[in-house]
T-cell receptor
Framework: EADIYQTPRYLVIGTGKKITLECSQT?????MYWYQQDPGMELHLIHY???????EKGDLSSESTVSRIRTEHFPLTLESARPSHTSQYLC?????????????FGQGTRLTVV | AQTVTQSQPEMSVQEAETVTLSCTYD???????LFWYKQPPSRQMILVIR??????QNATENRFSVNFQKAAKSFSLKISDSQLGDAAMYFC???????????FGKGITLSVRP
């Protein structure tokens, strides 16, 4: 069982609200990822981090932002939620790529913006 | 740049039969990892099987095995004795190079007929 946690699991929120999706891992992994996935569809990488104070934008442009102040924590923030942000957000982590690039995934947050 | 292609969006298999899911990839790196991940409906993404490129021998994990054709850049997953619990979305993924991202294919939805 992977030790990576996402909260909340489900979130319904009104347009214009600020939200933060939490992701924490207890495995001491350096690399962390955020993916966006519509149900039954492909994963799109939106952010990743190589370690503390390192963040990079992914392949899919996103209005969200991320931070990496602690190794174990990689929150994603939307300053002003819109219906187009409705999706599932998956967090993942892996050891340093030199060691093992296998990614472990959280259970995901299903976000609905009304 | 690295790419992963899964050209079959859906497949169906009879329970207890064998099914093969296809994946092709492209990378300029000589050292890389390939993965198959399983995403059951509304459940967490988990690793099914992995293959290091430098290993000639095809990986096997119980009923799951791969056919890794390095020259052809092909990485197919064979599921033997299919079970109802194998019904899920399956993603092929590639990690090449120390600073690379984990790149996923579009996924394939596998259904298992009782």
């Amino acid at each position: 069982e992977a030790d990576i946690y996402q909260t909340p699991r489900y979130l319904v929120i009104g347009t214009g609200k600020k939200i933060t999706l939490e992701c924490s891992q207890t495995m001491g992994h350096d690399k962390m990822y955020w993916y966006q996935q519509d149900p039954g569809m492909e994963l799109h990488l939106i952010h990743y981090s190589y370690g503390v104070n390192s963040t990079e934008k992914g392949d899919l442009s996103s209005e969200s932002t991320v931070s990496r102040i602690r190794t174990e924590h990689f929150p994603l923030t939307l300053e002003s939620a819109r219906p187009s942000h409705t999706s599932q957000y998956l967090c993942a982590s892996s050891e340093h790529p030199f060691m093992d690039p296998e990614a472990f995934f959280g259970q995901g947050t299903r976000l609905t913006v009304v | 740049a690295q790419t992963v292609t899964q050209s079959q969006p859906e497949m169906s298999v009879q329970e207890a039969e064998t099914v093969t899911l296809s994946c092709t990839y492209d990378t300029s790196e000589s050292d890389y990892y390939l993965f198959w991940y399983k995403q059951p409906p509304s459940r967490q993404m988990i690793l099914v099987i992995r293959q290091e490129a430098y290993k000639q021998q095809n990986a096997t994990e119980n009923r799951f095995s791969v056919n890794f054709q390095k020259a052809a850049k092909s990485f197919s997953l064979k599921i033997s004795d299919s079970q109802l619990g194998d019904a899920a979305m399956y993603f092929c993924a590639l990690h090449s190079g120390a600073n690379s991202k984990l790149t996923f294919g579009k996924g394939i939805t596998l259904s298992v007929r009782p």
